[in-house]
């Protein structure tokens, strides 16, 4: 090693990416997308859905203190839990559906990454103008105007910061409520915490990191190369139509050249900042921009479209080599995500639809496990609890059944009841249960205890344990 | 002066210490980090003046220290959080304070109020001999059963939690067995300890141990052996036995009886506590109706 080897550094400093306006079909696209998708999460918490007195009306709500989230017609208790978790597994499988048959969609148009970076880069475009103005804005020393313009950017980022944290606690509260609260300058500490820590990651998400989060932060992007194949559609440059590149003059003539003119204008429009026309790259979400800005140079310069383009690896190759196209959408990939989703779909359903709206359960004490009392006999308590997920009081009885001449004492609070309960709407009804088994019976004895509606009509049952000195 | 030595691999300046041939690089902390040690040494002397730092000689008024500008001390917070609890507690003692058993049995609020301070206070002060869950030990009462010495119902309890049992306040329960081993032969003591198993039910009664118990026992327990709660004599007719149910154990306790002792709780907890915990206890399950009180034949 020479001594004038610099010491070596291992990390290279991202280089900023200034993305150029483009216009064309999957730029509309794109805006489409985001005004959609933008809209649903602002608007959505302000969707009613009516349930009924005593019961939140917002359409989707997560309400933390009470532990329970409503989804329009669905409504979930904290034992429902599996069904968030089973929504969760089928995003993920749905999210591997779409990529096998229309590779990274979700990076390029839905990826909440993708649309703040979009409506951001927007606003920079809006405040400081296009590529090359920005560019030498960020060159240009500093001044009143390079100041007036960056401190314009970012204010308009930080609010916009601001409404998506302020939208997302509003699928926490009730919407309406909480705005009031917002503008009388009284919202919970809680939700103030949220709000502030939203609004900071979507600036910084958005207005800093960017492409750098798909690249090093995303575990979906790195695991691409595991999910594509050579019949994966994604963005790819017709090398054999392109090369040889190289610049073009009006009137030349196109023969022994490539199409490509070497104008720069898909590397410049990338908000990835890489050049297609080096092939399929980790980086690259497949949002279609560099599509658009080639068909609109090919449609300048009197080519055909489709120099850069949404295509298989399968199909590139088979196109070069003349071969008839073989990529379809139906392939052992595609069939088996679906097949895993409509299992996961069908499980939740099944979860959705076989929810009941009364249920019990019982824990047995363990201090202590039994009592025997003075007449010799043997008694066990047990904590009862009778969910009633309807939003109507609702009249039970309880018995049990499987220890014939049991006696039973029932007791809510202070009060002891025979096995005629009632229990609040949307609420759980707690209870102490005493049972005393006949003389003579000291074995351990698994038996039921039964709910059933006002009318006898059995609801729920479970199976718990009486407990006696002898029988362990 | 000199110019400084540069170590030629890394480029940086060495201490100029060497050791066969290897020469210490001076490495400093980087800026920012004694920037940010500095800033750390401000902020301590600032801390030192606001809060309590420095031990002082008069132990008394600032607890041994200087007190800081802020007034703060982990006392105060102590008091400050015990005050808290006071104020959450307030809105219930008000109401809690006024009801009679009876009241808070009917209001599900105070009952569980009552109850959970009861529990917690239980945990802390009673399961000590009774158990966590109240199941005792021998020699010490199950207090989830419906067997009472001194009876069930809430002034009973109550009594016996604020006054204790054989404690040394002044209206404290108390109760003694005369030794028999002192009194009774072997033989006769074996004989009642026969007529005692007998009362629950059983065939081990003789003539000589009917006609002890009859002389000697019945006058506190009772010619069937049923007790006298007013008395403290324990029932010896049902399945409960504090110190234990078979032959050995009984004519034990007949020959030399045990004791056993409860402080008097009045004084050492307030009566909100002491409340809280008759409702607690009673609550275990065995605790007795009004009407139930002083009846020992069942």
């Known amino acids: 090693?020479?001594?004038?080897?610099?010491?070596?550094?291992?990390?290279?400093?991202?280089?900023?990416?200034?993305?150029?306006?483009?216009?064309?079909?999957?730029?509309?696209?794109?805006?489409?997308?985001?005004?959609?998708?933008?809209?649903?999460?602002?608007?959505?918490?302000?969707?009613?859905?009516?349930?009924?007195?005593?019961?939140?009306?917002?359409?989707?709500?997560?309400?933390?203190?009470?532990?329970?989230?409503?989804?329009?017609?669905?409504?979930?208790?904290?034992?429902?839990?599996?069904?968030?978790?089973?929504?969760?597994?089928?995003?993920?499988?749905a999210l591997f559906f779409v990529t096998s048959l229309f590779g990274r969609v979700w990076c390029g148009y839905a990826c909440p990454q993708t649309v703040w970076t979009d409506l951001f880069v927007w606003v920079e475009r809006l405040v400081q103008g296009d590529r090359t103005k920005r560019m030498r804005l960020a060159k240009a020393p500093w001044s009143l105007e390079k100041l007036g313009k960056l401190t314009l950017t970012h204010m308009l980022w930080l609010?916009?910061?601001?409404?998506?944290?302020?939208?997302?606690?509003?699928?926490?509260?009730?919407?309406?409520?909480?705005?009031?609260?917002?503008?009388?300058?009284?919202?919970?500490?809680?939700?103030?915490?949220?709000?502030?820590?939203?609004?900071?990651?979507?600036?910084?998400?958005?207005?800093?990191?960017?492409?750098?989060?798909?690249?090093?932060?995303?575990?979906?992007?790195?695991?691409?190369?595991?999910?594509?194949?050579?019949?994966?559609?994604?963005?790819?440059?017709?090398?054999a139509r392109g090369e040889p590149r190289g610049k073009h003059k009006a009137g030349d003539s196109w023969d022994e050249r490539g199409d490509c003119i070497d104008c720069h204008q898909c590397v410049d429009v990338c908000p990835m900042g890489i050049d297609i026309r080096d092939g399929l790259q980790m980086q690259c979400i497949a949002c279609g921009l560099c599509i658009d800005a080639c068909d609109s140079i090919m449609d300048k310069v009197d080519?055909?479209?489709?120099?850069?383009?949404?295509?298989?690896?399968?199909?590139?190759?088979?196109?070069?080599?003349?071969?008839?196209?073989?990529?379809?959408?139906?392939?052992?990939?595609?069939?088996?995500?679906?097949?895993?989703?409509?299992?996961?779909?069908?499980?939740?359903?099944?979860?959705?639809?076989?929810?009941?709206?009364?249920?019990?359960?019982?824990?047995?004490?363990?201090?202590p496990l039994f009592v025997t009392l003075a007449d010799g006999t043997v008694r066990?308590?047990?904590?009862?609890?009778?969910?009633?997920?309807?939003?109507?009081?609702?009249?039970?009885?309880?018995?049990?059944?499987?220890?014939?001449?049991?006696?039973?004492?029932?007791?809510?609070?202070?009060?002891?009841?025979?096995?005629?309960?009632?229990?609040?709407?949307?609420?759980?009804?707690?209870?102490?249960?005493?049972?005393?088994a006949p003389?003579?019976?000291?074995?351990?004895?698994?038996?039921?205890?039964?709910?059933?509606?006002?009318?006898?009509?059995?609801?729920?049952?479970?199976?718990?344990?009486?407990?006696t000195g002898d029988g362990r | 002066m000199s110019t400084t030595d540069r170590d030629e691999m890394s480029g940086a300046e060495?201490?100029?210490?060497?050791?066969?041939?290897?020469?210490?690089?001076?490495?400093?902390?980087?800026?920012?980090?004694?920037?940010?040690?500095?800033?750390?040494?401000?902020?301590?002397?600032?801390?030192?003046?606001?809060?309590?730092?420095?031990?002082?000689?008069?132990?008394?008024?600032?607890?041994?220290?200087?007190?800081?500008?802020?007034?703060?001390?982990?006392?105060?917070?102590?008091?400050?959080?015990?005050?808290?609890?006071?104020?959450?507690?307030?809105?219930?003692?008000?109401?809690?304070?006024?009801?009679?058993?009876?009241d808070i049995l009917a209001d599900p609020g105070l009952f569980e109020f009552a109850r959970a301070g009861g529990g917690a206070a239980f945990k802390d002060n009673c399961a000590t001999c009774h158990g966590t869950g109240g199941a005792g030990a021998p020699g010490y009462p199950n207090l989830n059963d419906d067997a009472w010495i001194w009876g069930g119902t809430h002034a009973d309890i109550e009594a016996s939690i604020a006054y204790g049992i054989r404690s040394a306040h002044g209206e404290t329960r108390v109760s003694q067995m005369p030794a028999f081993g002192d009194l009774l032969s072997a033989e006769e003591i074996s004989a009642v300890t026969g007529h005692v198993l007998s009362l629950g039910g059983g065939d081990s009664s003789t003539p000589l141990g009917a006609q002890i118990f009859s002389e000697q026992c019945a006058l506190c327990h009772g010619e069937a052996g049923h007790g006298n709660r007013d008395l403290g004599a324990p029932n010896l007719a049902d399945a409960i036995w504090?110190?234990?149910?078979?032959?050995?154990?009984?004519?034990?306790?007949?020959?030399?009886?045990?004791?056993?002792?409860?402080?008097?709780?009045?004084?050492?907890?307030?009566?909100?506590?002491?409340?809280q915990l008759t409702i607690f206890v009673h609550s275990l399950g065995g605790g007795e109706g009004a009407e139930d009180s002083g009846g020992s034949a069942r």
């Open chain 1, 1 to 93: 090693m020479s001594a004038q080897s610099e010491p070596l550094v291992l990390f290279a400093k991202a280089a900023r990416v200034y993305p150029k306006r483009v216009w064309g079909r999957f730029r509309k696209l794109k805006w489409g997308a985001m005004v959609a998708l933008l809209g649903v999460y602002y608007l959505a918490p302000f969707l009613r859905w009516d349930r009924g007195p005593h019961v939140p009306d917002q359409a989707i709500l997560i309400d933390m203190p009470a532990r329970r989230a409503y989804f329009f017609m669905f409504e979930i208790w904290p034992q429902e839990v599996y069904i968030l978790t089973g929504l969760l597994v089928f995003s993920a499988i």
């Open chain 1, 159 to 239: 609010v916009i910061g601001l409404f998506t944290g302020g939208a997302w606690v509003l699928y926490f509260n009730d919407a309406p409520t909480l705005i009031e609260q917002a503008l009388d300058g009284a919202i919970p500490w809680s939700v103030g915490v949220w709000i502030l820590a939203l609004t900071f990651s979507t600036y910084f998400m958005a207005g800093f990191a960017r492409e750098n989060v798909c690249t090093y932060y995303c575990p979906y992007s790195r695991f691409q190369s595991a999910m594509f194949d050579r019949d994966s559609l994604v963005i790819g440059y017709d090398t």
């Open chain 1, 303 to 367: 080519r055909p479209r489709g120099l850069v383009r949404y295509d298989t690896t399968a199909n590139q190759d088979a196109r070069a080599e003349g071969r008839p196209e073989p990529s379809t959408l139906v392939r052992g990939r595609t069939l088996y995500y679906a097949a895993i989703l409509a299992v996961v779909g069908g499980l939740i359903l099944v979860g959705l639809l076989g929810r009941t709206e009364h249920s019990l359960h019982v824990l047995h004490d363990r201090n």
């Open chain 1, 380 to 436: 066990n308590g047990y904590e009862v609890n009778i969910l009633n997920k309807t939003h109507g009081d609702a009249d039970y009885q309880l018995r049990v059944e499987g220890l014939p001449g049991a006696e039973m004492r029932l007791r809510t609070a202070g009060q002891e009841h025979s096995g005629d309960i009632s229990v609040f709407a949307n609420s759980v009804g707690h209870f102490r249960l005493f049972i005393t």
């Open chain 1, 439 to 467: 003389k003579g019976r000291t074995d351990r004895h698994d038996f039921d205890i039964v709910l059933s509606d006002a009318d006898g009509q059995v609801i729920d049952r479970y199976t718990t344990k009486f407990v």
């Open chain 2, 14 to 102: 060495t201490t100029g210490h060497e050791w066969d041939g290897i020469k210490e690089l001076n490495l400093p902390a980087p800026r920012w980090w004694l920037i940010v040690f500095l800033l750390t040494v401000i902020w301590g002397v600032g801390y030192m003046v606001v809060y309590p730092a420095w031990p002082t000689l008069s132990g008394e008024g600032n607890r041994g220290g200087t007190p800081g500008t802020a007034g703060w001390s982990s006392y105060s917070e102590l008091s400050d959080s015990q005050q808290e609890i006071m104020t959450r507690r307030a809105a219930y003692l008000a109401d809690f304070r006024e009801a009679s058993y009876d």
């Open chain 2, 242 to 275: 504090l110190y234990g149910g078979t032959a050995g154990e009984i004519s034990t306790q007949i020959r030399s009886p045990r004791h056993g002792q409860m402080p008097a709780w009045s004084g050492r907890l307030d009566a909100d506590t002491i409340r």
